[in-house]
Each structure stands twice: as structure tokens, then as C-alpha cells.
DNA sequence: CGATTTTTTGAATCATATCAACGTACGTGG
DNA sequence: CCACGTACGTTGATATGATTCAAAAAATCG
């Protein structure tokens, strides 16, 4: 499942890097050191709860999804990753505690691991990166308050239309049962509600 | 509305230094130093959308609500915060960004605000702090994510169980119409709820 | 092609929202 | 201290919209 470090040039993950992280070229090559490629099938769950993540990951190509089992055995997507997305739990991943989630691969998807203690070491030798990650943090904070008070607001309708205009990619390659459950709804609403827009067209 | 520096101790906050950030008593006497008193009376608005938060608020007695107006008008609490608890728009603290949020008093409030200045200060003169308030917000967004979840799951009756469970003091002072808001309901619907509860009491 | 996954459709049901009205508690000013 | 106004909570009748269950159709994959 893990390999050694990937050896050619990522073009995504360069550009985020000295877009937000201000890497330099030598930078991002010492980055790439502390990475391992991990391949995950199609299916394959990447993790479970009561695990711990050892690694944070980015995706360098595929999707996956994490979501959660709740009382009633039913499954509740907390949020998507595709290319250029990181993906983990960093809770379980900062304090080595059991992971309450699962993190599965909705296609074959490679992704490059930042182990724990690649971690410490990469923010020890540019601890600019350090401060990167504290800011992304606070980034998905924000980010996820809003959507927090989203999901209080507004009928199914807006909030499919809402994640069609913001994240259209997502509609090319994920079914749309899934779509359905991230949006805290079932699929035959999902489907009967697409019906009725395309009915409705939208105001000519 | 604002005022010089409290002069008292403030056991709540002393306490919760001392063991998140590892305070000495010296240290926690430099901290107050920073602060500014501010008081907020019951209905007042302490922040709206549009404006910038220029600080960060802990609270010392009394009772706020966070929330924001949607697109129907309705509004949306996202959070209640009493006592010992820390309220602002972090987003629009560290990025002087426009907030999106209304920060209400629902009791006669005492505040006391870190402003900016003083919080770049404080992270210069005791940098663990820094680290402190960088692990809060790391442990805001591991709940705001499970809160996010949550919000997608169960009935009503269950998250209301929950918030009862988790959150007894907020139903001590808190009128139910905001805990419905909070809950993503009709204060009719909360009434009735609670109504069935009492009429089919818990398991004896 | 056969098997599995995904999407759609229909009918019945159920839970919450909505609208309207009333009861109650609270606090302020006369 | 009472009276009045405001804020809060409850109740009833009705409507709305999503869920549920069952089944079939369509798409995808090996």
C-alpha cells in the first residue's frame, strides 16, 4: 500500500505550496522527501474509526470521502476530497487518539502520506510550514462554521444549488447518492428534487 | 462601553490559564495587564456584519448569542457562549475582514477584550500563549465538525437529548425559542417536543 | 453478457412548518 | 402596588414536504 517517495514533479501540489507556503524550488524538493505515496482502491477504506491516522494526506489524484455512522446506522458524509485536497483527521492525527470517522476511496485514488513524525521533522527544518498548517486549520474553521450554520438554513433545493454553483466539479465524478447524504437529505428526494428543476427551468 | 484594566482576580480565567497554557501567577498578572473591560447590556448588538472585530472576548458574567441572518431572513444561532468561554469572529480578528455574524447580549454582560495590538503583544511577551490560542482553535474545529455532523443526523428529539446532556447550564438561562434556533427548529416544534417527553417520561 | 451499482418513479405515511390565537410571566412606569 | 406592555411559551388546525418502502429502469463494470 505504501511505496517510497514519489520522483517526479507534482504540479498541483508545487503550485499550493509556494502559492500559500511560499516554497522555493529547493523547498518543495526537501518537501517531497518526507512524503510516501499510498495507492488506495476504489471501495477500499483509507481509515476507520477506533484507528489512529498516522499520516495527513494529499490527494494527488482520485476522491474520497469521510463520513461518520451515526446512531441509526446510517451514514452521514462530512466532506469530499479530490485532487489538490488534503484529507485525514487531524484530531486523531495531532493527538494520537482513535479516529471517530471513516475515510474511504470513491475511486482508485493516490495519495502522498505526511507521517507524524515527517511531520515534526518538516516543521523543524522549515518552520514556515508550520505556520502554513496552523492557517489552514483556522481556514476549515471558518469555512466549517459556515457551513454549520448553512445547513440550519434554507431548503434542500438551495443548498443543491448552493453546492452546484461552489463546487461544480464534485457533480462530474461523484453519484449522486452520495451528493444526497452530504447534503443531509435522502437520494429520492435528491433525484425528485433535479427533476423539478429541470421541469422548472431556471428563471429564462 | 469599554474601560481600563479589571483589577481583581478572576478565578474562571486564572484557572483556566493555569491549566491550558501553563500560566505562572506573574505570568497571568502580565496577561490581565492586556485586557480591557467592556460591558455589554441584555438585547445589545457587541458585533454585526459589516463590521471588523478588532478583539477577541472572554467572558466574565453574563450570556451571548452568535448568529447570523440568512437569506430569509430567519435567523441562525450558531453558538451560545456563557461564562469562561471565549466569543468573536475569529476570521475577522486575524484577517481585519468583514464579519458575517451578529453577537448579541442575552444577559447584562462583562467582557474582557484582547484587542488586536494587545494579542500580538501578549503572543511577543509570552509566546506559549500563541501556542495556546492556536490549540483552541484546532480543538473548535474538531467540534464544529462533529457538530456538523450531528446537524445531519437524528431527529430533533435526539439533538435536543443531546444539547441536555452536554449543555445543562444553557437551559438554566437561556430562553427555549434561541435553544430552538440553536437547534435548528420552530419553538413550536421544541415546545411539543418537550411536551411528548414529559408525557412519555424516560424509561422509569 | 450478467451482475452490481446507481437513479428514478409511485404511493402512502409521518414529522415539522406554518398560521393564528391564547395564556403566562416579567418588569417598568404610573 | 397595580396596570399595562412586551417577551415568552403553549396549543390547535392545517399544509407542506421529505421519508419510507417497493419496484423498476438505467448505467457501469468486469
New binding site residues.
Partial sequence: MKAAIPTNIHPGLLRSLQQFVGFTQSEYELFCTFLEVCHVK??EIYLQPGKISHATAYVNKGCLRRYILDD?A?EIIVNFAIEDWWIGDLESFVHQTPTIYYIQA??DSELFLLTRSSFSALCEEIPKYKTFHDEKVQRNHYTTLKRLALAKSG???EKYLLLMKEQPQLFQR???????SYL?????????????LTEKPQKS
Wanted: net charge positive.
Fill in positions: 476504489k471501495k441509526h446510517k470513491l475511486e431548503t434542500p433545493e461523484i453519484p449522486l447518492h452520495y451528493i444526497a443531509g437529505i435522502e437520494p429520492e428526494s435528491l433525484s425528485r428534487l433535479r427533476k423539478r
